[in-house]
């Protein structure tokens, strides 16, 4: 897989920018600033960057069924936020023990039920980093208007949700156990099984993001690793893309032909000459991405 040279489209200087959504109908990319409680929108037609704040802690991001909306998941609860007006609503959905947790990564499925990690909250009130504590996190699934259902627990920092392009399998990442994990995805009743290994133990760095191709490679992220790594089908590595940082976060595909991998990093924990740390990054490949999935708000 050739790609472009690594460009750095925004310098935001995110402290862990997260949660990279496309948006086509926006023509637009959003993406968050854990730390910082902010949300970011580039609009690729008129080149301005836009950001909201929130009141603690943004997580991970979804497209909805309803145009401009999107779910997001905060550290403690997730909403439904206009892109347009700003306009915010509750979804009274909380995280149980969300001062000693939090949310992390999170994506709607095929069915349009929204998917979301865990883990131990290492963000203070204001922001601060706080250490983690290991096996506190645990995977949730979340229909609108239902509960939270647990599916898994025992988790480090739960990290890429994804789903393949036949949609039977589904990607779900522990990054403190440098693990990515496969598991038989049910399109039907939206239920996994079968969890087994997918990718473990690559030596740059740990996973955290990823995203699918059309051709159904996995795009991982690793952070520390300064690298994004593609990944076959049959879990054998087909490339590494160098990147100009050490904290790659997340990516999602995006721009008119859905072949610009954008990618998000971190300033935190950075080399002392990471000077685009916290960057939005984009990367122009010989494939595609699959469209997002929405989060359902209509049944």
């Known amino acids: 897989m050739k790609v472009s040279p690594v460009i750095c489209v925004v310098p935001t200087g995110d402290i862990c920018g997260e949660a990279a959504t496309w948006s086509a109908s926006g023509n637009s990319v959003y993406w968050v600033d854990i730390n910082r409680f902010l949300i970011h929108c580039l609009n690729l037609e ?13 997580v991970a991001l979804s497209l909805t069924d309803v145009e401009g909306q999107f779910l997001v998941a905060l550290g403690s609860k997730l909403i439904l936020w206009n892109s347009a007006t700003d306009a915010r609503q509750g979804l009274d959905v909380t995280l149980p023990g969300n001062l000693e947790v939090r949310f992390n990564d999170g994506r709607s499925d095929p069915l349009g039920n929204f998917w979301i990690g865990s883990m131990s909250n290492n963000v203070g009130t204001n922001g601060e980093s706080v250490d ?31 789903w393949n392009v036949e949609k039977t399998i589904f990607y779900f990442g522990d990054t403190l ?11 039907k009743t939206g239920s996994i ?33 300064a690298c994004v790594v593609r990944v076959a089908p049959n879990s054998e590595i087909d490339c ?42 984009s990367i122009q490949t010989e494939t595609a991405g699959l469209p997002e999935n929405k989060f359902i708000t209509a049944f």
Request: aromatic share 12%; proline share 3%; hydrophobic share 35%.
């Open 46 to 58: 008129d080149k301005s960057v836009r950001s909201f704040h929130f009141d603690e802690a943004v």
């Open 132 to 162: 983690i504590v290991p096996g506190l996190g645990k995977l949730y699934r979340y229909r609108y208007g239902g509960k939270l259902e647990e599916i898994e627990d025992g988790i480090g920092v739960s990290n890429t949700l994804c």
């Open 177 to 187: 156990k440098n693990e990515i994990r496969a598991y038989d995805y049910d399109s």
């Open 193 to 225: 099984s079968n969890g087994r290994p997918f990718f473990t133990g690559f030596e740059r760095g740990l996973p955290d993001g990823s995203t699918i191709d059309i051709d159904g490679y996995l795009w991982n992220c690793r952070y520390g690793g």
């Open 240 to 281: 590494v893309i160098e990147m100009p940082v050490k904290n790659i976060t997340t990516c999602a595909f995006g721009g008119a032909d859905a072949s610009t991998l954008f990618v998000t990093t971190a300033s935190a924990q950075k080399d002392e000459m990471d000077r685009l740390a916290g960057s939005l990054f």
